[in-house]
């Protein structure tokens, strides 16, 4: 089957719940230069991702190649979803790939999506339609190649008139319907980045807004609206800040971006959030030989291994109630939230979110007929059990998963990371996993590297990357700050 999916028009949160599910069950994902690079970090983490992106002048895939894949891929897989930025039936070419499918016996859905013919213009607070204005609305491209397009009936139409991919063609667009009789007064607008936190929109006349345009210095992709609409306009879609505009990607897990991007919205930010790391549970076997009864103490050192352990809990129908008379330590704030989500909170949580601050911390708090239970990743710090040992404080050490390089992430990082102003390392093995993946360091010549704390920033010098700034707090509010601090 294959998902001819609507990704919207930039904004992660404007993709259809249907879209989401989509791209969430799917095994190929093709997706296109418009759509939000966070949205494939919900793909399963084995997903194929394939860039076939069209820029104006440049495709790096072109459509005859990108159908061969859809045909390709649909006869080997279950689920092969074309991600496609707005509506997939809106200028995407989505009537043709669905076409091609037909012709070749492959079943289809259409998913639509968010257009920005109109949303681009409502973020911008412009109504397309409005009762003492217009009663409809017409979508043109603004192709410079499209030599077809009926200016003398577009001139004379009440409605307001939306030209998609038309930025570098606006004079041109406003010299035609200025000759074919619209009036030179007739509001315009131009909306850049729509939806986005970096969105731009300027306004004026046909006669003058290719000019103001160009003073504003709108980039695409963009999207012109000409009309008596404009007048009736209302901005609300303010982003500000000292982050607006700031161009960060993540390369933590899914669950640590998130608590990154919530911060960061905060101060008017957006990551483009991009998991180069896969968790991978492990030794199970030997979860299934422990006898949880005598531990005193349990030790989570991640969300990842929040998780991992209740879905071990889950499968073999350990009951809850088990865990009653245990005490449990996190690293960090955002572990000990994780934990309050499966309804237990912590009892040691560190003022500094890190191995060596929790060490110390349960040092003073241990006593020695205690049995501690360290849930982890493999090769994780030595900190804790240093001192355990030091302590002569009975341990078991067990590594519930692994982390892993997802290649399947290596082009959508190289695709967006010559823009990146910050790039976020959470972890040792994210600094070794964009090692492996990008072997071109002209990519991130004048990126700044952030590191979330001493060990991960030790491992990037290792491997020759230098770390701009550590966070002081290993957290996600740690990081925001080291990016803060250097924009002030």
């Not at 030209?163 to 035609?176: A, E, Y």
């Not at 740690?478 to 803060?484: E, H, R």
Request: hydrophobic letters at 40%; glycine letters at 8%; aromatic letters at 8%.
């Amino acid at each position: 089957m294959v998902y001819l999916v609507g990704a919207g028009p930039g904004d992660n949160g404007l993709i259809t719940l249907k879209g989401l599910e989509c791209i969430k069950n799917a095994e190929v994902i093709i997706f296109d230069h418009l759509v939000n690079p966070s949205l494939l970090n919900n793909a399963p983490q084995d997903c194929r991702l394939i860039y076939a992106g069209k820029i104006s002048g440049n495709h790096h895939l072109t459509q005859d190649e990108t159908n061969f894949l859809l045909v390709k891929y649909a006869m080997q897989c279950r689920s092969v979803v074309r991600l496609k930025g707005g509506d997939p039936f809106i200028f995407g070419r989505g009537g043709e790939e669905a076409q091609i499918l037909a012709d070749n016996g492959i079943p289809f859905e259409i998913v639509p999506g968010v257009s920005s013919c109109y949303s681009a213009a409502a973020y911008a607070g412009i109504p397309v339609t409005h009762r003492d204005a217009a009663s409809s609305f017409h979508v043109i491209t603004g192709h410079e190649k499209n030599e077809h397009i009926d200016y003398h009936t577009l001139a004379n139409e009440e409605g307001t008139l939306v030209f998609m991919m038309g930025l570098k063609s606006l004079p041109k667009i406003c010299d035609k319907l200025m000759a074919s009789g619209k009036s030179p007064e007739t509001p315009a607008a131009v909306i850049s980045n729509g939806t986005l936190n970096n969105q731009q929109y300027a306004v004026g006349t046909l006669a003058t807004i290719a000019d103001t345009a160009q003073k504003e210095k709108m980039t695409m992709p963009a999207v012109i609206v000409i009309g008596e609409v404009i007048e009736k306009r209302n901005p609300w879609f303010r982003k500000s800040g000292k982050l607006c505009g700031v161009k960060i990607i993540s390369t933590a897990t899914t669950a640590v971006s998130q608590a990154i991007q919530h911060e960061a919205e905060k101060y008017g930010g957006e990551l483009t959030q991009i998991s180069i790391i896969k968790t991978i549970p492990i030794n199970d076997d030997k979860f299934k030989s422990l006898k949880l009864p005598q531990y005193t103490h349990i030790l989570f050192s991640s969300v990842n291994g929040v998780d991992i352990f209740f879905e071990y809990i889950r499968r073999m129908k350990i009951d809850i109630r088990s865990l009653c008379n245990k005490k449990f330590a996190v690293v960090g704030k955002r572990t000990a939230q994780r934990l309050e989500e499966y309804g237990i909170y912590a009892d040691y949580i560190p003022e500094k979110y890190n191995s060596a601050a929790l060490s110390r911390l349960l040092e003073g708090e241990l006593k020695s007929s205690d049995n501690v239970l360290l849930l982890r990743a493999e090769a994780a710090s030595d900190e804790v059990t240093s001192m355990l040992e030091k302590r002569g404080i009975a341990y078991t050490d067990l590594a519930i998963y692994k982390t892993a390089v997802s290649f399947e992430k290596a082009e959508p990082l190289k695709l967006y990371l010559k823009d990146a102003d910050y790039v976020i390392f959470s972890s040792g093995s994210a600094v070794k996993s964009f090692n492996e993946m990008v072997d071109d360091r002209e990519l991130f010549r004048d990126t700044k590297f952030i590191s979330i704390g001493s060990s991960t920033t030790k491992t990037a010098e290792e491997v020759g990357i230098k770390i701009y700034r550590t966070a002081e707090n290993s957290d996600a509010e740690g990081i925001v700050q080291c990016i803060l601090e250097d924009i002030e």
